[in-house]
């Protein structure tokens, strides 16, 4: 059979040579020593599992509480003269009227409409209000060398980016994580989702943003390299804490609807087929001064060619990255950009590109898995309820 | 009980060879979500892709051990993959060949072989 060890189906962006020298975490020690099995993923190793496989796994973030290093995601500053501003040429939502301690979903888009890459943008304060100072960002790991240098080009030259390499990142997901995590940082409690602060806890300083991409509640939290496993095993010493790898990470974020660069978005899908039109403010739609904003403007007014929807397979395999989408005529339509068994509905689920005659919940389609017409039809997401803490 | 390279495992009974995925290669694999066994009556060639076994992560190919036709398949998988996982080399198996040439078992590693071969990766 095929080699039962693979890794991941390789990211488009990050896939390297074997021969390739990868990139450690400050944590990458502890994850062999937990036993986890290990695969290159955007230039690093990284666990794609431990022990009790996927789906176990899966399933204890859901119920309880999932610890996550995604410390190879690309984590930054934007400080100096109006930073909120010189942000807001680079992207295209409202920044200047982003609040202190809040954070952002963002794209970053090239001058086709096209996605270069999704990210994070915050205001991290301090619990008293104090230490506002510009933005931090987080983007994916695949992208951030080119991110950070289309970042660093588009802003102003009062306004500086400085990349944060001596940090690591660790997610704390599931209906638990709060009081596992409370129990190091108390005011966490006090925090809604995308509230983002600097704290002090686990005897260092933390930038935590309430947020993840799991579709649970749960936390990000930004550490000093020195302190990371410090941090990772004070939260896995409590019992409702296991330790989670990409493999759930990525059946987690397709069950909650949340797209993943490189495969659901890419320089060629535009904010509007993604159903990322939220991270595009309304004023701005109509001044039209981000890059790509001729497209957007377009595909807003007149509907875009193709728009993304949530698949549930009603028979066969599950349908995969790259399946084609057919209508009930046989005649392909379109394909799936991410798609795989969801743990929690025990059935196939996928995203898809179909035109928008087709994008209506209900809609029966089919996916052609190995040859095969399977029967599949259009559902809302995400396929899983998203469980935020909204209000506090 | 014989085995390949690539975690499948076969046994002869007169002329039919049964086949399935190792106990090695289900615990590698994790949770099995899904089985595609062949048709009945499928010509199968030793080498090649005959079933899919499929776990959360991802889709994997099973070749066949030896050349022939499919005169069983296991079709209880399709209901209960997770059956790969509990009985990986008895009631997971995947398919019966009837085998043209009996002699190309004898290419395939014995037990003691296997293990080592498992152990060395």
């Given at each position: 059979m095929t080699d039962p060890t693979a890794p991941l189906a390789p990211n488009t962006v990050s896939e390297l040579p074997a021969e390739a020298v990868l990139k450690t975490t400050p944590l990458t020690e502890t994850h062999v020593a937990l036993g986890a099995r290990m695969v290159p993923f955007a230039g690093y190793a990284m666990?794609?599992?431990?022990?009790?496989g996927v789906m176990k796994e899966h399933l204890w973030t859901r119920e309880s509480a999932g610890l996550f290093d995604v410390s190879h995601m690309g984590q930054a500053r934007i400080r100096g003269v109006a930073p909120l501003a010189a942000f807001e040429e680079v992207v295209p939502g409202d920044f200047i009227g982003l609040k202190p301690g809040k954070q952002k979903y963002s794209l970053l888009l090239n001058r086709q409409g096209g996605i270069i890459d999704d990210l994070m943008a915050g205001r991290p304060i301090a619990v008293d209000g104090s230490g506002d100072d510009g933005l931090f960002v987080v983007v994916n790991g695949a992208c951030k060398d080119n991110d950070f240098k289309v970042i660093d080009d588009e802003l102003s030259p009062q306004v500086q980016i400085e990349r944060l390499e001596d940090r690591a990142l660790i997610a704390i997901q599931g209906p638990k994580a709060v009081d596992a995590l409370k129990i190091h940082v108390p005011e966490v409690v006090t925090m809604a989702f995308m509230d983002i602060r600097l704290m002090e806890g686990f005897g260092t300083e933390l930038i935590v943003s309430r947020s993840g991409y799991t579709g649970e509640d749960g936390f990000e939290i930004s550490v000093p390299a020195h302190a990371a496993t410090t941090v990772w095993n004070k939260l896995l010493a409590d019992e409702r804490v296991k330790p989670i790898g990409l493999g759930a990470r990525d059946s987690l974020r397709l069950e909650a609807g949340l797209p993943l660069y490189g495969h659901d978005l890419d320089e060629t899908v535009s904010p509007v087929e993604a159903g990322l039109t939220f991270a595009i403010n309304k004023n701005r739609r109509e001044q039209r001064d981000f890059p790509g904003a001729a497209r957007i403007a377009k595909e807003l007014a007149d509907g875009p060619a193709r728009v993304r929807v949530g698949l549930k397979v009603l028979e066969g395999a599950p349908a995969r990255e790259g399946a084609e989408v057919a209508d009930e005529s046989g005649k392909v339509v379109g394909v799936v950009t991410s798609g795989g068994y969801s743990p929690s509905l025990r059935y196939g689920i996928a995203l898809a590109f179909v035109p928008p005659a087709l994008a209506e919940a209900g809609t029966p389609l089919k996916v052609i898995v190995r040859g095969k017409a399977q029967a599949c039809e259009v559902v809302k997401t995400p396929f899983v309820p998203q469980r935020y803490v909204r209000k506090i | 009980m014989r085995f390949t390279k690539d975690h499948e495992w076969v046994s002869l009974d007169g002329d039919v060879a049964t086949i399935g995925i190792t106990e090695h290669a289900a615990g590698q694999l994790g949770d099995v979500v899904f089985v595609e066994v062949p048709q009945i009556g499928k010509a199968v060639k030793a080498g090649e892709a005959f079933a899919v076994v499929e776990s959360v992560k991802a889709a994997s190919d099973v070749y066949a051990p030896v050349t022939g036709e499919v005169v069983?398949?296991?079709?209880?998988l399709s209901g209960a993959p997770e059956t790969v996982n509990q009985s990986a080399e008895g009631e997971g198996w995947f398919a019966k060949v009837r085998v043209a040439?009996?002699?190309?078992?004898?290419?395939l590693m014995d037990k003691a072989a296997y293990d080592a071969f498992v152990a060395s990766l």
């Open positions: 666990p794609v599992q431990y022990a009790e | 069983e398949a296991n079709d209880a040439n009996p002699s190309e078992l004898d290419a």
